[in-house]
């Protein structure tokens, strides 16, 4: 891992859940989606299962540093509960900037399938 690093939230670290706060100095490049399909589940909180093609996952992408990968592997439980991948994604352009980017950030997938399907690949 770099000193700065790309991850994709699509979740309860979300702007305007729950453990946002966790990624609080860190840089936000913008809205994207998975470019490969995934599946999302919800009970109480939400799971990608990465082995499950349903639909694009739509989140947030964020430049992080090593502090903050400590803090979001310790609420993940990487590598025991989630696992860290890396995965291509798509991201919005923004500040006028309408063309999207393609990068690599890392997610967070779980390893069974747990709770409801959400087929938009959006928690809400």
């Not at 990608?48 to 903050?68: H, L, M, R």
Request: charged fraction near 30%; proline fraction near 3%.
């Amino acid at each position: 891992m770099t000193e700065k690093s790309l991850v994709f939230v699509y979740g309860t670290l979300k702007r305007d859940f729950g453990n946002h706060h966790l990624l609080n100095g860190s840089k936000f490049i913008g809205k994207a989606l998975t470019k490969e399909k995934y599946a999302l589940y919800v009970s109480g909180i939400p799971f990608v299962i990465e082995n499950e093609p349903v639909s694009q996952i739509a989140g947030e992408v964020y430049k992080v540093d090593e502090k903050t990968f400590v803090r979001l592997d310790r609420l993940e439980g990487h590598p025991d509960w989630y696992c860290r991948k890396i995965v291509d994604v798509s991201v919005d352009g923004r500040d006028g900037d309408a063309a999207e980017r393609k990068m690599e950030a890392w997610i967070y997938f779980f390893p069974r399938r747990e709770g409801m399907l959400v087929e938009s690949g959006i928690f809400k």
